[in-house]
């Protein structure tokens, strides 16, 4: 199955930045669209912001005007810029990919999950 390695946690002061990079670990597959999703302690896993292959996005209300995905179909990795982070923000946020494969058709791919913390 596919992989997806990401990178780019860590702690930062509220108003800071961060970037989140997701990279799938081998060839012979199509990725459809790509996107982050979030969970806070005790709550469920969230959109954050997801693109097309033609480079169509969508974000949550909350990260509108802060965050930015962007993507690289040719190297099929996917980004995420955060911007103004707020202490809401803390979370795990993973990256998911719609993938097709001749072997097992279409899934969605997770990745491991990467820790974002944003000190007040």
């Given at each position: 199955q596919v992989q997806l390695v990401e990178s780019g946690g860590g702690l930062v002061q509220a108003g800071g930045s961060l970037r989140l990079s997701c990279?799938?670990?081998?060839?012979?597959?199509?990725i459809d669209?790509?996107?982050?999703?979030r969970q806070a302690p005790g709550?469920?896993?969230e959109l954050v912001a997801t693109i097309t292959t033609g480079g169509i996005t969508n974000y949550a209300d909350s990260v509108k005007g802060r965050f930015t995905i962007?993507?690289?179909?040719?190297?099929?990795?996917v980004n995420l810029q955060?911007?103004?982070?707020?202490?809401e923000d803390t979370a795990v946020y993973?990256?998911?990919?719609?993938?097709w494969t001749m072997s097992t058709g279409s899934y969605a791919a997770w990745g491991q999950g990467t820790q974002v913390t944003v000190s007040s």
């Open positions: 990279a799938a670990s081998r060839s012979g597959f199509s669209s790509m996107g982050w999703y709550k469920q896993r962007s993507r690289d179909n040719a190297k099929n990795t955060m911007n103004t982070l707020k202490p993973y990256c998911n990919a719609n993938v």
